[in-house]
């Protein structure tokens, strides 16, 4: 299976824990987007990589959100402290793309985080 | 700024029937439209998109879209949907890297 794949599919996690979600793109796609989406909801966008470089991310949710993508392959997000308005999906996406160009995202399965 | 209203929570279609889903967006240059959709457990996949040329547009699956710039309407369009169509479907716009994405519409097939 050459899609984008995300790890682990579902996490359920008490109040105040860390969590961290992995996310590997499509291998030749050099672009990596996160999004977050909550029931009944369309996607949010969080934050984009362009290979290692973190090109956006001032749409993080908060200074506990935080994503590295360490050799430009794949990508982590980190949860902090979590709380349960953290409680949602998890999506990843990756494209090819270059300057302000638009390709098509493919997008993960997801990770569903639960916070009791 | 950048938005894509989807006006319908639900629909229900007889199997069959055709379909239309309405998205209507705000966006200050020529948008790059998309439909995609969610069904339990899958990921989201991609029907069609607009980004240039002829404004009806052809998907997957028996799909089409027809981009209005005058109305702002990018609606989804199916002339006989099927049991297996049923899922949550979404409009998203590109505001350049990321997509914009209306709430979605839940599309319920009644047998």
């Given at each position: 299976d050459t899609g984008v794949s995300q790890d682990p599919r579902h996490k359920i996690t008490k109040r105040g824990q860390n969590v961290t979600f992995r996310c590997d793109p499509?291998?030749?796609?050099?672009r990596l987007y996160w999004y977050r989406q909550t029931l009944g909801q369309g996607p949010e966008f969080l934050t984009y990589f362009q290979n290692e470089a973190q090109l956006e991310k001032s749409r993080l949710l908060s200074d506990r959100f935080s994503a590295e993508r360490p050799k430009g392959s794949f990508s982590t997000l980190e949860i902090q402290r979590t709380e349960q308005g953290d409680s949602a999906m998890y999506l990843c996406a990756s494209s090819t793309g270059a300057g302000i160009s638009y390709n098509e995202q493919f997008f993960g399965p997801g990770t569903r985080l639960t916070v009791l | 700024a950048q938005s894509v209203t989807q006006p319908d929570i639900h629909i229900t279609v007889s199997e069959g029937a055709s379909l239309e889903l309405r998205c209507n967006y705000s966006y200050g240059a020529t948008p790059y439209l998309f439909w995609y959709v969610q069904s339990p457990g899958q990921g989201l996949q991609l029907l069609l998109k607009y980004f240039s040329g002829d404004t009806l547009v052809q998907g997957i699956k028996g799909f089409e879209a027809e981009f209005k710039r005058s109305q702002s309407s990018f609606n989804l369009r199916k002339p006989s949907v099927h049991w297996s169509d049923a899922a949550e479907y979404f409009c998203a716009v590109s505001g350049n890297y990321q997509l914009i994405w209306g709430a979605g519409t839940k599309l319920i097939i009644k047998p």
């Open positions: 499509i291998s030749e796609h050099n | -």
